[in-house]
C-alpha cells in the first residue's frame, strides 16, 4: 500500500485522527458557552422565569388574575422559600431518603434485570417457561402494586423499595431482551467462526453488543423509579415507621398550605432527575468508548 | 502472517442442492452444483442477484446446511448425507458484505480475537501480533482505533487481516468491496492481491462486477439464475502478479466481455422470471 493511497482513504477527523499535530480538543464548557444553542436555551429559561412571575403577580399589580399560573406563587417567593429550607436539615434529610430509595431499586433492578433479558433472549426453554407471566405482570402499573407490597412486605421503606424496584424492572428486562435479540448475526457468525464459545459468545458479542440498550432501558427505567418513589412516599406518610422523602415533602407542604415549598420540591425532583439521568449517561459513555464518536 | 502455502484450500463442491423450506414453500436455491477449487485458487463467482452465490458461500462457513450433496475441503467432507450443516471453524473465514468488525472493539482488539478465543495465544500476544500485521497492511496506525472511527476500506483491509491472522485455508469473500467508490476498491484490490501474493490461500469471492472477477481471478464461475448452477468458467489466462496496465490490455477486455455475455443471458432470465435485474 502506498503513502498515497492510504492519504486517500484515511479519514479526516479533526481531533481523532491521533495525529500529533492535531488541534487540542476544546473544553466541553467552552464549547457550550461559545454555542448558539446553549445560548438559546439561556434566553429561553430566563424569559420562562419572567414570564411566570410577570403572571404570578399581575393580580397583585392590576387586579386581575392571570387563569392557573396566577395562583402559583412567583419564582421570587419560590427562590425565597428555598433560601429558608435549604439550611434545613430535614430538605436534605428528603433528598438523602428519597435518593436511596430509588437508587435501591435501580440497582436490584439492575442487577435482577440484566440477567434476566439476557437469560430470556439467549435461552428459549428459559424464555418458554418465563416469559408469559412475565408479561402478564409487565403491564400493571408499579403504582397498583402499592397496596399488595404493603402486605407483602413487613416495612414501610421496603414496600417502597419494592414498587420503585417493579419501576424499573420490567423496562429494563424488555429493552436488555430487546437489544440482545437484535444483535446483528454477522457478528455470531464472526465470532463462532473464530472458535467462540457460548460462554465467549455471551461475554464478549452478546453483552457488549446489548450494552446500548442496557443504558437506554437504565436511562428510562430511572425517570420511572424517581415517579414511582414519590407516588409511593406521598401514599406512605411520614413519622416513625418510615416514608418521608421528597414525594412526603410535597405532601405535607400542600397539606401544609405552603404552595412555595411544594414548587421547591418539584423542582428539587427535576434536579434529582436530571442529575440521575446525567450519572447513568456518563456511566454509558464510559461502558461504550466506541459510541462517544457518534 | 501466514506461511505460503498452495497445498491446502481445495474445495469441492459434488451435486449439492439447497432447497430452503423443504416442507412449506420449497424454494430451491442451488441445483445440483458442482465445482472444484484448486488449492491456493483465486474462484470468483458471478451471477445474478439472488441466484444463491451466498447460500452456496454459507454452506461452506456452517452457515446454513445443504439438502443435499456434498462438500469438500482438502478431500475431508465438510457436509453431505450424514451431516447436512459443515462445523464452523477457523480454517473457512469469512468476510461479510456490510463487515462484521465489532464495533465494540479496536481494530487490533478484533484482529486479535480469533487467537484469543481460541487459546492460541495470550492477549498481550495476539495484540501484538494484530498490531504487526496492522502494519503489514498498511493501517497500523489505526490499530487502537474503533471500527466506527475509520474508513469503510480501512475497516475492510482490518477484516480481511481478522480472517488472515486465523491462518485459513479458505477466505470466503461476500461482495466485500460492493457499496465501495471506484478509487477505494482499485486501492482495495491492490492490497487482497498483496495478500494473496503473500498468502496463496485459497480465496472464495463472490462478486458482481466483471472487471473485478476478471482483475482478481484465476477462475471466474458465471453460475445461473436461481436455482444456482455453473453456467460458464472463464478461465483468466492473464499472468500474475496484476497491475493496473492489465486493466487496459486487450486480452483482459475479452475476457470481460466474455463474462459479460454468459451474464447478461442469466440477467435477461431473472428479468424475465420476476427476478430483480443485475445490480
Known amino acids: ?294 | 502472517m501466514t506461511s505460503a502455502s498452495s497445498n491446502r484450500g481445495a474445495i469441492s463442491i459434488r451435486n449439492v442442492t439447497k432447497i430452503y423450506d423443504p416442507e412449506g414453500v420449497n424454494v430451491m436455491a442451488v441445483d445440483d452444483c458442482s465445482l472444484e477449487i484448486g488449492a491456493g485458487e483465486v474462484c470468483m463467482i458471478v451471477g445474478p442477484s439472488g441466484c444463491g452465490k451466498t447460500t452456496l458461500l454459507n454452506a461452506i462457513a456452517g452457515f446454513h446446511s445443504i439438502t443435499e450433496g456434498e462438500i469438500y475441503l482438502d478431500g475431508e467432507m465438510l457436509c453431505g448425507p450424514d451431516r447436512p450443516l459443515a462445523n464452523q471453524g477457523a480454517d473457512r473465514m469469512v468476510v461479510f458484505q456490510h463487515g462484521a468488525l465489532f464495533p465494540w472493539k479496536t481494530l487490533a482488539e478484533n484482529v486479535a480475537y480469533g487467537p484469543i478465543v481460541q487459546g492460541a495465544m495470550s492477549k498481550a500476544e495476539a495484540i501484538d501480533k494484530a498490531g504487526t500485521m496492522l502494519s503489514e497492511a498498511g493501517i497500523g496506525d489505526m490499530a487502537k482505533k474503533y471500527p466506527g472511527e475509520v474508513s469503510s476500506g480501512m475497516a475492510r483491509r482490518a477484516e480481511i487481516v481478522r480472517a488472515l491472522i486465523n491462518d485459513p485455508r479458505v477466505l470466503l469473500l461476500d461482495e466485500p468491496y460492493r457499496a465501495m467508490d471506484a478509487l477505494t476498491k482499485s486501492i482495495m484490490h491492490e492490497s487482497l492481491l498483496e495478500v494473496y501474493d503473500r498468502t496463496k490461500v485459497t480465496i472464495f469471492f463472490i462478486t458482481h462486477d466483471l472487471e473485478e472477477a476478471i482483475f482478481l481471478g484465476d477462475r471466474v464461475v458465471v453460475m445461473t439464475t436461481r436455482p444456482a448452477k455453473t453456467k460458464k468458467i472463464v478461465d483468466v489466462d492473464i499472468p500474475r502478479p496484476r497491475d493496473y496496465t492489465t486493466l487496459s490490455s486487450n486480452r483482459f477486455r475479452e475476457l470481460v466481455q466474455e463474462a459479460k455475455d454468459a451474464v447478461h443471458e442469466e440477467a435477461v432470465k431473472a428479468f424475465e422470471a420476476g427476478e430483480r435485474e443485475l445490480a
Not at chain 1, 434566553?43 to 419572567?50: E, K, R
Not at chain 1, 434476566?116 to 418465563?130: E, M, P, Q, S, W
Open chain 1, 1 to 294: 500500500m502506498t503513502q498515497a493511497a492510504q492519504d486517500t482513504i484515511a479519514p479526516h477527523k479533526p481531533g481523532s485522527s491521533g495525529v500529533s499535530n492535531t488541534p487540542k480538543k476544546r473544553s466541553k464548557i467552552l464549547k457550550a458557552l461559545s454555542s448558539d444553542t446553549f445560548w438559546r436555551g439561556v434566553v429561553s429559561l430566563i424569559g420562562f422565569v419572567v414570564f411566570w412571575e410577570i403572571c404570578s403577580r399581575m393580580k397583585q399589580w392590576t387586579g386581575v388574575e392571570v387563569p392557573w399560573i396566577g395562583k402559583v406563587p412567583p419564582p421570587t417567593e419560590v427562590l425565597e422559600a428555598w433560601t429558608e429550607i435549604f439550611w434545613l436539615p430535614g430538605y436534605w434529610e428528603s433528598w438523602y431518603l428519597s435518593t436511596g430509595r430509588v437508587f435501591a431499586g435501580f440497582i436490584a433492578a439492575m442487577l435482577l434485570g440484566i440477567p434476566f433479558g439476557l437469560c430470556l433472549a439467549v435461552n428459549r426453554y428459559f424464555h418458554d417457561i418465563f416469559f408469559p407471566p412475565f408479561e402478564v405482570l409487565r403491564p400493571i402499573p408499579p403504582l397498583a402494586w402499592v397496596p399488595a407490597s404493603i402486605v407483602f412486605w413487613p416495612t414501610t421503606e421496603l414496600s417502597i423499595a419494592f414498587v420503585t424496584f417493579l419501576g424499573a424492572f420490567f423496562t429494563i428486562v424488555i429493552n436488555v431482551l430487546g437489544g440482545a435479540k437484535s444483535i446483528d448475526i454477522r457478528f455470531l457468525r464472526a465470532a463462532q467462526s473464530m472458535g467462540a464459545s457460548q460462554w465467549d459468545l455471551f461475554r464478549k458479542i452478546i453483552l457488549p453488543g446489548t450494552l446500548p440498550s442496557i443504558f437506554t432501558g437504565a436511562a428510562v427505567g430511572m425517570g420511572i423509579t424517581w415517579e414511582v418513589v414519590l407516588a409511593g412516599e406521598m401514599i406512605s406518610g411520614g413519622g416513625q415507621q418510615g416514608g418521608g422523602g421528597l414525594g412526603f415533602f410535597i405532601w405535607s407542604s400542600y397539606m401544609g398550605g405552603t404552595v412555595a415549598q411544594v414548587i421547591v420540591g418539584m423542582i428539587s425532583i427535576g434536579i434529582a432527575g436530571y442529575l440521575s439521568s446525567s450519572l447513568i449517561r456518563y456511566l454509558g459513555s464510559i461502558s461504550m468508548p466506541w459510541r462517544r464518536l457518534f
